[in-house]
């Protein structure tokens, strides 16, 4: 009898903890998102009705899996929209994606130094986005401005949201290295790396339109030329050809 009490109290248990965690992952998603996607979220935009559902859901299977808090304001509808959106974005090419390399997402109102303090008056270096390691391992931090900013304007080819995405997507193979494993085939790896050499030898002589930074390491590289293949596609696929390709292999998505 004590046997049967112990089993139906530890059944109850398992079935309540099963709810909770089913529950919370699959939040509904709520419908007047739809209408804030569509007007802020150019990729979500240029969806069919199907595929927008399918990135609603990817949203909020992303939102159920991660805490998003704030230093020094309240988090609003919009911050969250734009940090799943930039989060599925990378990934929408592949069925079954989660991010098993971070955890949480700490917003600042604005940029912030080494030391996670918004005061530049040292003239140390101003950062938009970080992937935390050490103590900040698995957590993902970010400039609210910068990330309103990455989906306001796409002609600077510049998402800080999505760049920070794809260095978490680099690193799932334990190296961030500029070649993504989960994403090419080892067929891939050797052409990858002497198109990012050639594309970066190009930047830091003046000789291409992908910003500076991606010329410092091929780890930025990669960052770099995935916010503009996201922001600027077309523009990419005229002006970087063979680029544009390969990272269309990689993300599994044609513009």
């Known amino acids: ?28 998603f709520p419908s007047h998102w739809h209408i804030i996607l569509a007007k802020e979220v150019a990729f979500y935009e240029t969806l069919d009705s199907n ?3 399918r990135f609603q859901n990817r949203m909020m299977q992303f939102l159920g899996e991660v805490y998003i808090d704030s230093v020094g304001f309240e988090i609003e509808e919009l911050d969250k ?11 929408f090419g592949f069925k079954d994606w989660h991010y098993p390399t971070v955890t949480g ?4 109102p604005d940029n912030f130094n080494e030391d996670f303090q918004f005061s530049d008056k040292d003239g140390s270096k101003q950062i938009a986005g970080v992937v935390g390691t050490g103590r900040l391992e698995k957590k993902m931090i970010l400039s609210r401005k910068a990330l309103h900013h990455g989906f306001k304007n796409s002609n600077d080819k510049r998402n800080t949201a999505i760049h920070e995405f ?10 961030v290295d500029g070649v993504p494993e989960v994403l090419m085939q080892n067929t891939y790896a050797i052409p990858w790396l002497k198109l990012v050499h050639d594309e970066m030898e190009a930047i830091n002589n ?13 780890a930025e590289f990669f ?13 990419m696929k005229r002006k970087h050809p063979q680029l544009y390709k390969m990272m269309s292999d990689c993300f599994r998505v044609t513009f």
């Open 1 to 28: 009898m004590l046997y049967y009490i112990i089993f139906s109290a530890l059944l109850v248990f398992i079935i309540y903890v099963f709810f909770k965690m089913y529950s919370k992952k699959t939040k509904q």
């Open 51 to 53: 595929e927008q559902k």
């Open 81 to 91: 929209i734009l940090i799943a959106s930039s989060a599925v974005i990378p990934v």
């Open 105 to 108: 997402i700490i917003i600042y």
């Open 166 to 175: 794809v260095h978490l997507i680099d690193k799932m193979d334990d190296n």
């Open 206 to 218: 003046d000789r291409s339109d992908i910003r500076a930074y991606g010329g410092t390491q091929q």
């Open 223 to 235: 960052a770099v030329a995935s916010e503009y293949f996201f922001e600027s596609p077309k523009l």
